[in-house]
């Protein structure tokens, strides 16, 4: 028998009772921190743990988008090869080491910005028929996200590749039916392909969605996160909400292009429990960019109405990957929600309407036609 099994033998008692309070130990560990520690701080040490063995989620795709950037702006041709090379070596690294789209939203907002960085470097290299294979291929495993389809077609225009263009256009254009930048770049395909009954078919989709859709949000409110868990998100460089959202209310039908309102209703801030400042999101539906935040008013309640200073740091806006017809829009106060009655937020969106050059495309369409459609 070996020394090292004898020994094991001969202390077999005390041992089995270290490893008897070894496990009790473990398991009321377990049981406390599943009992007592915050979810904020819980799902902060989460996705600090999983920012650490996952490369940091989004840093390395940041760091990639920094040295492309670098390369666009560089005079010399050989430290712009170089830097290109880097960007694309480190997008690829990050691709491989994630081969599939993960059900987690944060990494696969990371997966879609990587993929169309990786295109846009591709682009870069004069080889826009590769770029448009890695969006295609992301694009049918995220099949609701209108932007990557829209990369796609554009992608493979500059190909030369206009059926396959107006291929990706049109799978763009049903998922964002009222969104100008894709219709009328689908129009332009179109037109080149001198596909006229389709020209009249997209306008005619679009004028019909454009009075449809128009804008709606859902109003949350709720705590800010911890501080640890914000610190930790921000570190990790995820692009999402930090606060922690329990009541909301949806608005329907609200204004587009001029200056618009949303006001939260009386019973939404009513018997609030919860501590931390108040956060507030908006989630619009069928507002795809440019939106503007104008000004926040607030109202304690005692009657004092308020405005507050919005800045970079308190206003964040972002897409969540998985459609992109979603426009999130954070607000970060530092106001004690059991002190506020009701706010307001006032906001702008850019109209919907087609180009003169569109309009153009779609009145010669007719005109091919007979004027009859």
Known sequence: MSPLRVFLWRRRRPLAALYLVVLLIAVGVVYG???????????????????????DTFREVQRARIDFDKSQN????????????????????FLGEHPSVQPDRLYTQAIVAATELLSEIHIARGKPSRAARVLEALADRVPLNYRLRQLE??????????????????????????????????????????????????????????????????????????????RVLDLSGVPVEHG?????????????????????????????????????????????????????????????????????????????????VEYYVEIRTDLDPSTVARFEVDYRTPTQKLSSDAEAIVAKARANLGGGR
């Not at 007592?36 to 490369?55: C, E, Q």
């Not at 010399?76 to 830097?83: I, K, N, Q, V």
Request: no cysteine; aromatic share 10%.
């Open 244 to 324: 922690s959202y329990s009541r909301s209310v949806t608005f329907y039908n609200l204004g587009r292009g001029a200056r618009s309102t949303v006001s939260s209703p009386p019973d939404l801030l009513a018997d609030w429990d919860s501590g931390g400042p108040l956060f507030v999101q908006l989630r619009f539906e069928s507002v795809y960019e440019q939106l503007e935040v104008l000004e926040f008013r607030y109202w304690t309640r005692d009657g004092k109405r308020s405005t507050l200073v919005l800045g970079a740091d308190s206003v964040r806006t972002f897409h969540r990957p998985h459609s992109g």
């Open 33 to 55: 921190y599943a009992r007592y520690v915050p979810d904020s701080i819980d799902t902060g040490l989460t996705v600090a743990v999983r920012s650490t063995f996952w490369h």
């Open 74 to 93: 560089a005079t010399d041709p050989a430290e712009r090869t170089r830097l290109l090379r880097n960007a694309r070596q480190r997008v690829e690294m």
């Open 153 to 230: 077609a554009e992608a493979k225009v500059a190909a030369g590749d206009l059926g396959g263009a107006a291929d990706a256009f049109r799978d763009s254009f049903k998922l964002a039916l009222n969104h100008p930048d894709v219709a009328e770049s689908y129009l332009e395909v179109l037109a080149e392909l001198a596909r006229f009954e389709d020209v009249v078919w997209v306008a005619d989709q679009f004028e019909r969605a454009v009075r449809r859709g128009a804008p709606s949000v859902e109003l949350k409110v709720g705590p800010a996160r911890s501080g640890l868990q914000r």
